[in-house]
């Protein structure tokens, strides 16, 4: 389309410029207006017009606006021409295509269009340009009168935009706003910023009447402009602004200038204004500061002067010139301020001391601020005190006051405590000063000798550490009160001596004031009082009454005569309780072994072996009353290892918890490098176990028990205040619970024998006097401390032992074996020895036997082979039977020997401690514990002996494959020992204390037996066992109860009922008769 044809130009086109030519040149036929020779009249005459005109001109034609222009159009074109010739102007300008459609759309409707300073951003190169433009656009209409075209005229009015922005914001940026008033109507045109700066509306005609009206009524005739004869009416004016809303003022300049215009034109009056309030605070600020400053200048009471530098050829300050002075110069110095203003030092006080003029010069040279002291020699030798600092230049200031009078005074008091210093140093007191505030800070040569510490270490409140700790406390208080008060102090107390003896003293301070009465300095001193306290404290004992006397004497007398008693009750029950545990011993020992003979012979027969069960329940329970007697009379056989007593607890830790259940939280608590100690573990055991078990009643079943173990040390203050104890290292094991505590009457009795706080029959009143006994026995003490509401703490003290831990063995487990092995047996009571000898031979041994301690020794001397004697510790006639195990040794040194005895004595005990070497099986004792006490001390001969007989038959014992097996039983104790027993057989056994434990274990893993008691918490045994079976119809379940009869539950395949007690062998057998291809041996 912009290929160029060779024809001649047309007449319309003559003259018309590059474009004529261009638009001639161009082929039309190829847009909507055709070719040349076609164009309508009036479109040919509207073009010849256009390019003609010296204004920027474009032709839009039809609804795709084509585009026909002039020559000045082409700046406007930028890069695009000559392109955009002829092209469609929404094709030409894209970036304006939306704004050219509105346009054209509105024109060819027969509208009209006027922009003025209208932004465009167009792309007349590569990159955007901000362009402004006055734009005028017109119809173009056909000879119908239709539109057809749209006529464009087109202004730049870019550069003069971007000048005004800039002098808007140069305006604004300075606070400037410009004005031009016409006088003729008093209209004034005005910027953007003129109308901030008076505080106008953009919409509000401004007028020099408005102005005046904003005007402070007092600066309204500056303000004013009516006074043409003047030849500039708008020279420089400040005057006032009112806010009419706040009534607060603004300060406003204003300079304009008169312009005359050509020859009878008019004069045009231009100017600016700006905003001076700022300036005018300040220099009202300034004014009001020089007025304060020369105010204080002339009043003040310092003398006062800056100085100007005066320096030779290098540059150095030699001298200097006052250049002002103040009225108090004149004062201070008796030097009139005439003869000194203008003057050089030198000149007005000749021989002034150079140091000042070094000074002087130093803070002109760095600039810091200086501050001194100086005698000036030619002012009387008068003292002045001097500030220095710089005041700009080469020139300084200097504030200065005569101290002279205060050196005088400061004279006169150094003298004075020169002299006082003197005099104290003589007292053969302790003296000391101190300030007004209560701080020491002087003390005489004597308070260091005495106190032998260094000179300066008791400032302060450092005094108060030779102050003994029990008065320090009282005398600050007193210190603080007599300083708050202003009143003299006077105390006593104890000061420590530079060898360490605390001597009583007497403290006496008063305060020292000045003339105004003010307290400025206090005087104190400490006299020694000791030898007249010793002689008060001596005269005060012979002052003591004789009744005093009496009464002391009597008391002690009645504490000693209530320990003997109490002693004396002790040994007594002692003494009693062991002869009783005797022949108790050996009547159970009679009982226990004939009914552990009669098992044997009625097994199988259900109602007699519980009978026999509970028959040997009644043995155990005798015989822990035996041993709870004798552990109280301290007669009880120890037989002490070395243990660790924090292993000790922490093997205790799964017993002690099945005892005391869920609800209650168990702490232990084990100091690291516990020592170790010399105790009876199974004492120890039991010890912890009944304190456990008093606390969990105590706590009815719920609340914290905390068992701690540590060493401890019980010094000399200690045991005076205690009795029967030993001072020494202990290893201190406390239980501690929270349960409703004891009032001191209870805590006085709870270790004698019978006393017990339970309810009737749920306790002996033995057990803490076991605890009791077995820690006086082991060489401990024992401590309760106890509050109502607050719980309880027991202490044991349990003596140190420096050896090694001993290794102990449980010889009490495995299975009951019995021997070929030859064992004398000698046994006084004939009812006893009948019973062992029977046991003895039904464990397959052979048995001699005799009734006394002659019979057994004749046997031994006969050289019958014997392997083991086996004899009883108490016997009647003049041989006893530690005497015959000696001889036995001596005659047969293979021989083996075990005591067995209900009461000791001391034949083979002392100390309440086992003698070395010495094994003894206590009465009563049942046949497993004698089988396997005898194969222990028959091993302990192997290796030194040679067996009169072959080795032992073991007996069969029965076996059951392994099963899982919930137990669940309330009792705790029993809980345990069935678990105990099952886990021996290896069983997986699984232990709960209520039917709601069992139905969460089972969930968790279903079990093949259930061994539960009748009588639970909540739910029974028999809705439990209902409930497993409807999830497990093959369970296997015992009832083991203490009922005769169990209503609703009958024996069956699956189902067997227990009566306690019952023994490991018939749970076994039971268990072996219920679950299917079970096999026992």
Request: glycine share 8%; charged share 25%.
């Given at each position: 389309m912009n290929a160029e044809q060779s024809v001649s130009t047309p007449t319309f086109l003559a003259r018309g410029g590059e474009l004529g030519s261009m638009i001639a040149a161009l082929n039309w036929a190829a847009t909507p207006l055709g070719a040349l020779d076609e164009w309508p009249a009036y479109l040919r005459h509207t073009v010849a017009l256009m390019l003609r005109a010296k204004v920027p001109m474009v032709i839009f034609w039809g609804r795709a606006g084509h585009m026909?222009?002039?020559?000045?159009?082409?700046?406007?074109?930028?890069?695009?021409?000559?392109?955009?010739?002829?092209?469609?102007?929404?094709?030409?300008?894209?970036?304006?295509?939306?704004?050219?459609?509105?346009?054209?759309?509105?024109?060819?409707?027969?509208?009209?269009?006027?922009?003025?300073?209208?932004?465009?951003?167009?792309?007349?190169?590569?990159?955007?340009?901000?362009?402004?433009?006055?734009?005028?656009?017109?119809?173009?209409?056909?000879?119908?009168?239709?539109?057809?075209?749209?006529?464009?005229?087109?202004?730049?009015?870019?550069?003069?935009?971007q000048v005004e922005q800039r002098l808007r914001i140069a305006q604004q940026a300075g606070g400037v706003g410009t004005f031009e008033w016409f006088p003729e109507d008093g209209r004034l045109e005005v910027s953007d910023e003129y109308r901030?700066?008076?505080?106008?509306?953009?919409?509000?005609?401004?007028?020099?009447?408005?102005?005046?009206?904003?005007?402070?009524?007092?600066d309204r005739h500056a303000a004013g402009t009516n006074r043409l004869d003047r030849p500039n009416p708008l020279d420089y004016a400040e005057y006032r602004r009112l806010d009419p809303v706040t009534g607060s003022i603004r300060w406003i300049a204003r300079r304009g200038e008169v312009i005359a215009g050509p020859e009878h034109a008019r004069s045009r009056y231009l100017g600016i204004a700006m905003d001076i309030t700022d300036r005018k605070l300040a220099e009202q600020a300034v004014r009001e500061s020089e007025s304060r400053w020369r105010n204080l200048f002339e009043q003040m009471q310092e003398g006062f002067?800056?100085?100007?530098?005066?320096?030779?050829?290098?540059?150095?300050?030699?001298?200097?010139?006052?250049?002002?002075?103040?009225?108090?110069?004149?004062?201070?110095?008796?030097?009139e301020i005439s003869l000194a203003m203008g003057r050089p030092l030198s000149e007005v006080l000749p021989g002034t001391p150079v140091e000042l003029m070094q000074r002087y010069a130093k803070v002109l040279a760095t600039g810091v601020p200086d501050e001194f002291e100086l005698q000036v020699a030619a002012l009387e030798d008068r003292w002045f005190e001097a500030r220095v600092r710089p005041a700009g230049g080469d020139r300084f200031a200097v504030l200065f006051v005569d101290i002279s009078l205060r050196k005088a005074s400061e004279r006169v008091i150094a003298e004075s405590?020169?002299?006082?210093?003197?005099?104290?140093?003589?007292?053969?007191?302790?003296?000391?000063?101190?300030?007004?505030?209560?701080?020491?800070?002087?003390?005489?040569?004597?308070?260091?000798?005495?106190?032998?510490?260094?000179?300066?270490?008791?400032?302060?409140?450092?005094?108060?550490?030779?102050?003994?700790?029990e008065e320090r406390e009282e005398a600050a208080r007193a210190w603080v009160d007599a300083i708050a008060r202003g009143q003299n102090y006077e105390t006593e107390f104890r000061?420590?001596?530079?060898?360490?003896?605390?001597?009583?003293?007497?403290?006496?301070?008063?305060?020292?004031?000045?003339?105004?009465?003010?307290?400025?300095?206090?005087?104190?001193?400490?006299t020694d009082i000791e030898d007249q306290k010793a002689a008060e404290a001596a005269l005060s004992n012979l002052a003591a009454t004789l009744e005093d006397r009496v009464a002391q004497r009597t008391g002690e007398l009645l504490r000693t005569q209530d320990a003997l008693r109490q002693s004396q009750k002790m040994e007594s029950l002692g003494n009693l309780t062991g002869g009783v545990a005797h022949d108790f011993n050996n009547l159970l020992q009679v009982i226990s072994g004939n009914l552990q003979l009669l098992s044997a012979d009625i097994a199988g027969n259900e109602r007699a072996e519980r009978r026999v069960a509970n028959a040997m329940s009644g043995v155990a329970r005798g015989s822990k009353l035996a041993t709870q007697l004798l552990a109280f009379g301290r007669r009880q056989p120890l037989a002490p290892k070395v243990v660790n007593i924090g292993r000790f607890i922490r093997d205790m830790d799964d017993l002690l918890r099945r005892a005391l259940g869920e609800a209650i939280e168990v702490e232990t608590v084990i100091a690291g490098g516990l020592w170790n100690t010399l105790i009876d573990p199974s004492n120890v055991e039991n010890a912890l176990l009944n304190l456990a078990i008093n606390a969990r009643d105590a706590m009815n079943g719920q609340g914290r028990l905390t068992i701690e173990a540590g060493n401890a040390f019980l010094d000399a203050a200690y045991v005076d205040a205690h009795e029967d104890v030993t001072a020494g290292q202990y290893v201190l094991l406390a239980v501690t619970d929270t349960g409703t505590g004891m009032p001191p009457d209870v805590v006085d009795k709870v270790f004698e024998p019978f006393f017990t706080t339970k309810p009737e029959g749920r306790g002996t009143g033995l057990g803490l006097s076991m605890v009791y006994g077995f820690v006086k026995q082991s060489g401990g003490h024992i401590k309760i401390y106890s509050e109502p509401g607050h719980g309880t703490t027991i202490k044991l003290y349990l003596p140190r032992s420096t050896q090694s831990e001993d290794l102990i063995v449980d010889v009490d487990t495995g299975p009951v074996t019995g021997g070929t092995e030859t064992i004398l047996v000698a046994e006084d009571d004939d009812a006893v020895r009948d019973t062992v000898v029977a046991m003895l031979g039904d464990l397959g041994?052979?048995?001699?036997?005799?009734?006394?301690?002659?019979?057994?020794?004749?046997?031994?001397?006969?050289?019958?082979?014997?392997?083991?004697?086996?004899?009883?510790?108490?016997?009647?006639?003049?041989?006893?039977?530690?005497?015959?195990?000696?001889?036995?040794?001596?005659?047969?040194?293979?021989?083996?020997?075990?005591?067995?005895?209900?009461?000791?004595?001391?034949?083979?005990?002392?100390?309440?401690?086992?003698?070395?070497?010495?094994?003894?099986?206590s009465k009563p004792y049942t046949r497993e514990m004698l089988a396997r006490r005898l194969r222990q001390v028959l091993a302990n001969q192997a290796q030194r002996r040679v067996p009169a007989h072959a080795d032992a038959k073991v007996a069969p014992a029965q076996t059951l494959q392994p099963a899982r097996i919930i137990v669940c039983e309330d009792d705790w104790l029993i809980r345990a020992t069935v678990v105990e027993m099952l886990q021996m057989k290896g069983h997986d056994v699984r232990e709960a204390g209520d039917a709601l434990a069992a139905l969460a274990l089972h969930s968790q893993m279903?079990?093949?037996?259930?061994?539960?008691?009748?009588?639970?918490?909540?739910?029974?045994?028999?809705?439990?066992?209902?409930?497993?079976?409807?999830?497990?119809?093959?369970?296997?379940?015992?009832?083991?109860?203490?009922?005769?009869?169990?209503?609703?539950?009958?024996?069956?395949?699956?189902?067997?009922?227990?009566?306690?007690?019952?023994?490991?062998?018939?749970?076994?057998?039971?268990?072996?008769?219920?679950?299917?291809?079970?096999?026992?041996?």
């Open positions: 026909i222009y002039n020559d000045a159009y082409r700046d406007i074109a930028g890069a695009r021409h000559p392109e955009v010739l002829g092209v469609s102007v929404l094709e030409a300008w894209p970036e304006l295509a939306s704004f050219n459609a509105r346009v054209i759309d509105e024109v060819l409707a027969g509208g009209t269009l006027a922009y003025r300073d209208e932004h465009l951003v167009i792309l007349r190169s590569d990159k955007p340009e901000d362009i402004w433009l006055h734009i005028d656009y017109s119809p173009i209409v056909d000879d119908d009168g239709t539109p057809v075209a749209v006529m464009t005229l087109v202004k730049d009015t870019t550069k003069r935009v901030r700066i008076w505080g106008l509306e953009g919409d509000v005609a401004v007028t020099e009447s408005l102005l005046v009206g904003l005007v402070h009524p007092d002067f800056i100085g100007e530098a005066v320096r030779d050829e290098r540059g150095q300050m030699i001298d200097f010139v006052f250049v002002e002075l103040n009225p108090a110069f004149e004062q201070q110095t008796g030097v405590a020169e002299r006082f210093r003197s005099m104290a140093q003589s007292m053969p007191n302790h003296v000391w000063t101190s300030r007004p505030d209560g701080l020491l800070d002087w003390f005489n040569e004597r308070v260091y000798t005495y106190a032998g510490v260094p000179h300066g270490t008791l400032d302060g409140e450092a005094w108060a550490t030779l102050v003994h700790p000061i420590r001596r530079h060898d360490g003896e605390w001597r009583w003293h007497i403290v006496r301070a008063v305060p020292q004031r000045d003339s105004d009465g003010r307290i400025d300095r206090w005087i104190g001193t400490n041994y052979r048995v001699l036997k005799a009734r006394d301690a002659q019979s057994a020794m004749s046997i031994i001397e006969s050289g019958v082979p014997i392997d083991l004697l086996f004899t009883d510790v108490v016997m009647p006639g003049p041989l006893k039977s530690p005497e015959v195990a000696r001889q036995a040794r001596e005659r047969l040194p293979n021989i083996a020997v075990l005591f067995t005895s209900g009461y000791t004595e001391n034949s083979i005990v002392h100390g309440g401690r086992l003698d070395e070497g010495v094994e003894l099986l279903p079990a093949d037996v259930l061994i539960t008691d009748v009588s639970l918490p909540g739910m029974s045994g028999v809705e439990l066992a209902r409930t497993l079976r409807t999830q497990h119809p093959e369970l296997v379940v015992i009832f083991a109860t203490g009922h005769a009869n169990v209503a609703g539950v009958e024996a069956g395949a699956r189902t067997a009922v227990l009566s306690k007690p019952y023994g490991s062998e018939l749970l076994v057998t039971t268990m072996a008769s219920l679950i299917p291809g079970a096999h026992t041996a």
